[in-house]
């Protein structure tokens, strides 16, 4: 029996045709798997060192987190060391300080005690140069009225020089006599004289200190009147002529009817003031 050559090969072709197709599906199936699976391996690979990874960093965290807890437990003790610290420095300080302005008290009133005693020893001091001075005064005083001449013949010589025109000599004269015999009664005479010589020397403010004191330490002696008369006089030629009138005035008042009074009024009427004021 012959067989049918063309129609073999046909159906071999066929039957080729057929599987080829399959067969090339599964080579790619088989490669996607492969694929797969390698992928599947690298995924737990990289799962596997993910993990290790993560447990290392979570053991570093750890390590980290109890290095924190250590390290700020130690600045909480340093913190309670320091404020110790400053509390027991504060408390010296208070201590000091409390000692200091104990001192300060005691160096004060030391201060004090020695002003005190300064101030005693500086008038024990005063009083004794005083007494001092007081002896010395007195014996230069003594010194002098012992070689001083007696009164009556100073008080003379000087009044027989005033008139005699030796102004000068009866000038020392009079107040050597007011010097050495200040409370008799031509003490007030040797003031008037000494103001009767300055008025005539054009001393005029002068002359009134020394009819003042006329005025004042002997007001009933003998040249009271003179010397009121020539301080008013004086005070016209100074200038003040409301303080001379014045004076002139006072004169009237109290010597109505000595030569001094009529001197007085002739001085008014030439000045053009009334003898008596408002």
């Known amino acids: 029996m012959k067989t049918n050559r063309p129609a073999v090969l046909a159906l071999v072709l066929t039957l080729w045709l057929g599987l080829a197709p399959a ?13 797969v699976q390698q992928l599947q391996e690298q995924m737990t690979a990289m799962k596997t060192s993910f993990d290790e990874r993560m447990g290392v960093m979570k053991n570093l965290v750890e390590q980290n987190t109890d290095v924190a807890n250590k390290l700020n437990t130690s600045i909480k003790d340093l913190q309670t060391a320091i404020n110790k610290s400053q509390q ?9 300080s409390g000692q200091v302005q104990a001192l300060n008290d ?3 009133e030391i201060k004090a005690r020695l002003a005190t005693v300064t101030k005693q020893l500086q ?5 004794q140069q005083s007494i001092q001075a007081n002896e010395a005064a007195n014996k230069a005083q003594q010194q002098m009225m012992a070689s001083a001449p007696p009164p009556d013949v100073l008080y003379n010589n000087a009044v027989r020089d005033y008139n005699g025109g030796n102004a000068s000599l009866a000038s020392q004269e009079f107040s050597d006599y007011i010097k050495f015999y200040p409370n008799t009664d031509f003490a007030g005479n040797a003031y008037f004289y000494l ?3 300055q008025f ?8 009134v200190q020394s009819y003042d004191q006329v005025l004042q330490n002997f007001p009933s002696g ?7 008369l020539k301080k008013g006089f004086a005070l016209i030629e100074l200038g ?6 014045a004076e002139l005035r006072h004169l009237l008042q109290r010597y109505p009817r000595s030569p001094e009074a009529l001197q007085a009024k002739e001085r008014l009427r030439k000045l053009g003031v009334s003898t008596a004021g408002r």
Do not use: H, P, W
């Not at 027991?88 to 000091?96: F, H, K, N, T």
């Not at 003998?222 to 009121?228: E, Y």
């Open 23 to 35: 067969y090339g599906a599964s080579k790619e199936m088989i490669q996607l798997q492969t694929q």
């Open 88 to 96: 027991d420095r504060a408390g010296q300080v208070d201590q000091i």
């Open 106 to 108: 005691t160096m004060d």
């Open 123 to 127: 008038d024990m001091q005063s009083a």
């Open 195 to 197: 103001g009767e010589l």
């Open 200 to 207: 005539k020397q054009g001393n005029y403010q002068q002359a």
């Open 222 to 228: 003998n040249k009271a009147a003179s010397s009121q």
């Open 240 to 245: 003040k002529q409301d303080d001379g009138v």
